[in-house]
């Protein structure tokens, strides 16, 4: 089952300084951290902000490109998690014909988002996400570690997004 979610906001991990997503279901019970590159934090951060420049970044570009060629983004999905990895699909429609592009979540977001089409997230990911291996030998990372991040997370309010400088 796919849980639609959105944009919280952008973090960074305060123990590896990598940028991390939030996203959060729309009745804010189920929170979703992924941790992304850079570049890509800032292209969310952008579009977020609403924040425009004298030439397209990437993301603008690829999006402008796909409004030229008539294909619209209906929606991104999470679909999957695999060794502490999230991988996603862009669904877009062209003339009709359904068409499904494979994506690291980060891309699909920055995309989504300029598009405004839905993100969902698979249930299936939701779930693994909580067992996240984090770096650290097993033995390291107690329930007590998980529950603190996971805790972190879920009470995370907008204004701690501007904390964390990218």
Known sequence: MLVEMKVFGL???PTTNTPIVILKDLEEKKVIPIWIGLFEASAIAT???KISFSRPMTHDLVNEMLKILD???ISIVINDLKNNTFFAVIKMVRAG???EVDSRP???IALAL???ANIFVD???IEKSMNLDFGKKKSDLSKYTKEKLKE???NLSPEDFGKYKM
């Open 106 to 108: 980060s891309d699909a």
């Open 11 to 13: 973090a960074i991990d």
């Open 71 to 73: 294909v619209k983004i």
């Open 97 to 99: 014909q359904c068409i």
């Open 123 to 125: 249930e299936k990911v």
């Open 114 to 116: 300029r598009a405004n």
């Open 47 to 49: 579009e977020l902000e």
């Open 152 to 154: 972190f997370l879920e």
